[in-house]
T-cell receptor, first 114, second 113 residues
Framework: GQNIDQPTEMTATEGAIVQINCTYQ??????LFWYQQHAGEAPTFLSY????GLEEKGRFSSFLSRSKGYSYLLLKELQMKDSASYLC???????????????FGKGTKLSVIP | DTAVSQTPKYLVTQMGNDKSIKCEQN?????MYWYKQDSKKFLKIMFS???????INETVPNRFSPKSPDKAHLNLHINSLELGDSAVYFC????????????FGEGSRLTVL
């Protein structure tokens, strides 16, 4: 099974940088994913890490350390529209199609203030 | 064209009723899912189908029955609705079961009175 932990809420200022952490404990690991979900909308895929290190995608970057069971999502040059929930998700490993289950954390609600 | 569409978007019903939610994807994906998001925004998987075959069936009451007539459609039927079933139900699809990039529908908000 998976146990995924991330802060419930964060607040940051427009134009600033914010880091959202995610720690996980898993019986099998095959990738860590970040999703963004605006209030009342569907989650949308942001990034994924399978190997250790930093993946950069425009203003968003995601980091993974498999040995520490740790990831973070870094958002730069914050904009008001970045106010949303950010969901960390871990993909199982194992054999059989059903093993590749994506388990979501409870999400971090980010509020960007002027 | 909406990639993953689900209907209805809103559903208000009485306890004990039976209801269905339909989902269709036009992405040509092999795998489809149902997730439940409760009032605390926790997104939890319920079922997954790959090419019409059930591959993930989490601990969900058997009042919930998914049906996949073809790989582009995954419907969810719920019998004898209970108050605790009130949630937003999201349908999603992915290219293959191992893909971590899921494409979600807009959600169906179910309220049981």
């Amino acid at each position: 099974g998976q146990n995924i932990d991330q802060p419930t809420e964060m607040t940051a200022t427009e134009g600033a940088i914010v880091q959202i952490n995610c720690t996980y404990q898993t019986s099998g690991f095959n990738g860590l994913f970040w999703y963004q979900q605006h209030a009342g909308e569907a989650p949308t895929f942001l990034s994924y890490n399978v190997l250790d290190g930093l993946e950069e995608k425009g203003r968003f970057s995601s980091f993974l350390s498999r040995s520490k069971g740790y990831s973070y999502l870094l958002l730069k040059e914050l904009q008001m529209k970045d106010s949303a929930s950010y969901l960390c998700a871990v993909r199982d490993s194992g054999t059989g199609a059903g093993s590749y289950q994506l388990t979501f954390g409870k999400g971090t609600k980010l509020s960007v203030i002027p | 064209d909406t990639a993953v569409s689900q209907t209805p978007k809103y559903l208000v019903t009485q306890m004990g009723n039976d209801k269905s939610i339909k989902c269709e994807q036009n992405l040509g994906h092999d795998t489809m899912y149902w997730y439940k998001q409760d009032s605390k925004k926790f997104l939890k998987i319920m079922f997954s189908y790959n090419n019409k075959e059930l591959i993930i069936n989490e601990t969900v009451p058997n009042r919930f029955s998914p049906k996949s007539p073809d790989k582009a459609h995954l419907n969810l039927h719920i019998n004898s609705l209970e108050l605790g079933d009130s949630a937003v139900y999201f349908c999603a699809s992915s290219r293959i079961p191992a893909a971590g990039e899921l494409f979600f529908g807009e959600g169906s908000r179910l309220t049981v009175l």
